[in-house]
């Protein structure tokens, strides 16, 4: 601990950045708990979403499969899947951390490729793997948004453990040395005040 002088003005100070410190502790540890409820929520609907991707995924490659065995290979009909170009992000704030919003405008795309080339496999395969991009969008959202939220707990949890390891020890150890100065000083000035009252008590 640096050296202070105990004056009642440095003892004022000392117990109001103690507060403050107190405080500041608490207004993390709030922030982190609200932070860490945030990221266990959105890390069971990542589960959910990625889920729904794999099972989506495998009823798309078994269709695509069959459209390969019935049309032979689709590489060329796959050339005429338009390119998407409706993807937005936005940002929204939780306790000052940015998450972002991924949306994906609902567009409605025809199939591309006509019947006379087509069957009820490749259409199916068509529309799943939209499926997929769908949820490939939100899950994006969602794991980046876990991301953030896990950094942004980290820094909060180090800056609440200094206040409490660190700072607010410091302060009360502060608080306490200025105080006993100060009763020491009370009490030698006491004494010293008798002293005075006894001598005169002598004289008269």
């Known amino acids: 601990m640096a050296q202070v002088v105990p004056t009642k003005g440095n003892l004022l100070a000392t117990k109001k950045s103690l507060t403050l410190a107190r405080t500041g502790f608490e207004l993390l540890d709030r922030k982190r708990n609200i932070l860490i409820r945030e990221m266990m929520g959105l890390i069971d609907r990542a589960n959910a979403i990625q889920g729904k991707i794999d099972s989506t995924y495998e009823e798309a490659y078994r269709a695509l499969q069959r459209a390969n065995i019935t049309l032979g290979i689709c590489g060329e009909l796959a050339q005429t899947v338009p390119q998407e170009e409706n993807l937005h992000v936005a940002y929204r704030s939780v306790m000052g951390v940015e998450i972002p919003m991924v949306s994906l405008s609902k567009t409605y795309y025809p199939i591309?490729?006509?019947?006379?080339?087509?069957?009820?496999?490749?259409?199916?395969?068509?529309?799943?793997?939209?499926?997929?991009?769908?949820?490939?969008?939100?899950?994006?959202?969602?794991?980046?948004?876990?991301?953030?939220?896990?950094?942004?707990?980290?820094?909060?949890?180090?800056?609440?453990?200094?206040?409490?390891?660190?700072?607010?020890p410091r302060f009360e150890e502060t608080v306490k040395f200025i105080t006993d100065a100060l009763e020491e000083k009370d009490r030698e000035e006491f004494s010293r005040l008798k002293v005075i009252k006894k001598q005169k008590s002598k004289a008269g």
């Not at 949820?135 to 820094?155: F, H, P, Q």
């Open 112 to 168: 591309p490729f006509g019947l006379h080339s087509s069957n009820d496999a490749l259409d199916k395969a068509y529309n799943k793997f939209n499926e997929v991009k769908e949820l490939t969008a939100e899950l994006a959202e969602v794991e980046n948004s876990v991301y953030r939220l896990a950094d942004a707990i980290k820094k909060t949890q180090k800056r609440a453990n200094a206040l409490k390891n660190i700072m607010i």
